[in-house]
């Protein structure tokens, strides 16, 4: 039986009169269509897309507001147009802190787990990236072995540092029992990153993809996101001109990526929890990131949208099969119909999304990196 009736006691409820300006919002607008907590929590039973604010800072080492950066983010979100109304949304407003910050991790903890096992979609307003270990506890404490991918400007591993939020991948990814099945790294800026920390995460199979390959061909990033159940943002991957509360570098994906990646991950049938982090409004200029995480979400809105076109792999008629040997190896590719989206087949006969240069280079007789990345890990 669902303990959703008792998730009041660890949400504060949204403070329209804050967020809204005086006018009101108009007619097709997110504000006015959005399931809001106000003063009862909605029926969630139609929606697909729970958003749930956690300020928390404490584990980046400041003591803020906990409700400014979830909030500043709504006031633009809620400005926007809905276009999409198969995807209806909710909002839950936001976890009350704890006394301590692992408190504020239980409690998100505890309401992301409840609302996945209720088959929603879960998106998280941050807070600092290390809320991440809350999101990554919703999975383990069901012992689900997941794929995770973050993206970030540094990676997040740093042991001889007091500050959590640099250091909590330690935590997350050697933590006994572990329940990652595999770690993706997105946008990665070298020169913040100690090459010695770049050879272990090699050395664990886990995959990094520095910014400027990401930016040189960002569909390569889309099966990565596909194939993930868990997928983390810190908005330090963004540079400075796009987000400018991010003062980490004046490098980094811009706007128009960041929104792509957030689409990848709504297009994606397995993501189904989504964090935000690293935002302070009081750093930020003009609105500008608030303005930046809101499209990043309409952008997840839309690509939630768009897979709902997509089949099921089970539904051969929907897929164009190509079988294609390369080395010693006969493999499987399935291309949907559909979206034109690609799946190759590993030797235990499962499949992991693929892209058409994972496709084109098993045509060359050439083994494709991804499908050897997957084989080291089995």
């Not at 199979?205 to 996101?225: A, L, S, T």
């Amino acid at each position: 039986m669902s303990h959703f009736s008792t998730l009041a006691d660890f949400l504060s409820p949204v403070n329209l009169a804050l967020i809204s300006n005086d006018e009101g919002y108009r007619d097709g607008q997110i504000g006015k269509v959005i399931e809001v907590y106000e003063e009862q929590l909605p029926d969630l039973e139609n929606s697909a897309l729970v958003i749930v604010g956690c300020g928390e800072q404490r584990g980046s080492g400041k003591e803020r507001d906990p409700d400014a950066a979830p909030d500043a983010i709504r006031s633009k979100f809620y400005e926007l147009y809905h276009w999409h109304k198969d995807v209806p949304v909710a909002d839950l407003g936001n976890i009350k802190p704890g006394a301590t910050l692992n408190d504020t991790y239980a409690a998100l903890k505890t309401v992301v787990r409840e609302l996945t096992s209720m088959g929603k979609r879960v998106v998280i307003l941050g807070g600092s990236h290390d809320l991440t270990l809350a999101q990554y506890h919703s999975y383990a404490d069901d012992s689900q072995l997941i794929e995770v991918t973050c993206a970030d400007a540094r990676i997040d591993l740093n042991i001889d540092t007091p500050v959590r939020s640099e250091s909590f991948l330690m935590e997350m990814l050697t933590g006994e029992p572990n329940f990652i099945r595999h770690y993706n790294h997105v946008g990665f800026q070298s020169y913040y990153v100690h090459p010695h920390m770049l050879e272990t995460m090699d050395k664990l199979r886990f995959d990094c993809y520095r910014v400027g390959r990401v930016r040189e061909n960002i569909e390569e990033i889309e099966p990565v996101i596909r194939n993930s159940r868990l997928f983390s943002f810190d908005i330090s991957a963004i540079a400075n001109a796009y987000a400018p509360c991010s003062a980490i570098s004046p490098n980094g994906l811009t706007g128009e990526e960041a929104c792509i990646l957030m689409q990848y991950a709504g297009m994606s049938p397995n993501v189904d929890t989504i964090g935000i982090y690293g935002f302070s409004p009081e750093n930020d200029r003009n609105q500008l990131t608030a303005m930046q995480i809101s499209q990043m979400l309409w952008y997840l809105i839309d690509g939630t949208s768009r897979s709902r076109q997509e089949a099921m792999l089970e539904d051969k008629n929907a897929f164009f099969e190509y079988n294609i040997a390369f080395g010693e190896v006969d493999a499987v590719f399935l291309q949907s119909k559909r979206t034109g989206r690609w799946w190759m087949q590993l030797p235990d006969k499962t499949y992991i999304a693929c892209s058409a240069k994972d496709y084109l280079t098993a045509g060359n007789n050439e083994i494709p990196e991804r499908w050897l990345r997957a084989q080291e890990r089995t």
